[in-house]
């Protein structure tokens, strides 16, 4: 049996939590379960974030998310590297597959989640 009443339940609560519990039924304020659920919520997301996979990406593909990080064009990106726009463009998309990202800047924040040290 459980139950959990705040310091400023009214008397008639506090008759009515007794009762739920006696019943087997679990009392808690709506407050509180919200409180809860937020606290449940961000422990799972970070838990999440922890227990997945670590990409696994390449030296190139490294070299590519830190110029993407560092707000570079895929011509730009391409200059520096001396590769192809054409490269430039399938490593990203590869890159956004591997991280399931929609975008470039969410693709580094999902790396940079996972540990990686890449500039931004």
């Known amino acids: 049996m459980v139950g959990y009443l705040l310091q400023d339940a009214s008397a008639s609560d506090a008759v009515s939590a007794v009762r739920a519990v006696h019943r087997g039924q679990a009392v808690c304020p709506p407050r509180l379960c919200s409180a809860l659920f937020r606290v449940v919520a961000k422990t799972s997301r970070e838990t999440s974030l922890q227990n997945s996979s670590r990409p696994d990406l390449t030296l190139r593909q490294q070299q590519l998310v830190t110029l993407v990080a560092k707000g570079l064009t895929n011509k730009e990106i391409a ?42």
Not at 81 to 100: A, G, M, W, Y
């Open 79 to 120: 200059s520096h590297l001396n590769l192809s726009e054409f490269t430039v463009r399938n490593h990203i998309h590869r890159i956004l597959k591997q991280v399931d990202a929609g975008s470039r800047s969410e693709a580094v924040e999902t790396i940079r989640a996972h540990g990686f040290s890449i500039g931004s």
